[in-house]
Nanobody, 115 residues
């Protein structure tokens, strides 16, 4: 059973920064791609960024140049550095990994960008 735990969310003013962490049980992140997603109230869950096992990354157009996804295989943790935050970045952020065809999700961490 894969367990993911997100942390690092909170309340931040526009233009501020946060770093989210996604920790996994067991050494799985070095073998699988990991994605960060977000879901705002009343909206669907969308991909924000993804990093492959080889370190390649993709980003949603809305966060390019502001967010950076990275991984520390030794700590089995994936990070999402979020800079220049905007009110429209407010959402619950989830990390996810697919292992043998099964999608695993964390419980989510709330990010609120407001003055």
């Amino acid at each position: 059973q894969v367990q993911l735990v997100e942390s690092g969310g909170g309340l931040v003013q526009p233009g501020g920064s946060l770093r989210l962490s996604c920790a996994a049980s067991g050494s799985i992140f070095s073998f699988y791609g990991v994605g960060w997603y977000r879901q705002a109230p009343g909206k669907q869950r969308d991909l924000v960024a993804r990093i492959t096992s080889g370190g390649s990354t993709i980003y949603a157009d809305s966060v390019k140049g502001r967010f950076t996804i990275s991984r520390d295989n030794a700590k089995d943790t994936v990070y999402l550095q979020m800079n220049s935050l905007k009110p429209e970045d407010t959402a619950v952020y989830y990390c996810s990994v697919q292992v043998f065809g099964t999608d695993y999700w964390g419980q989510g961490t709330q990010v609120t960008v407001s003055s």
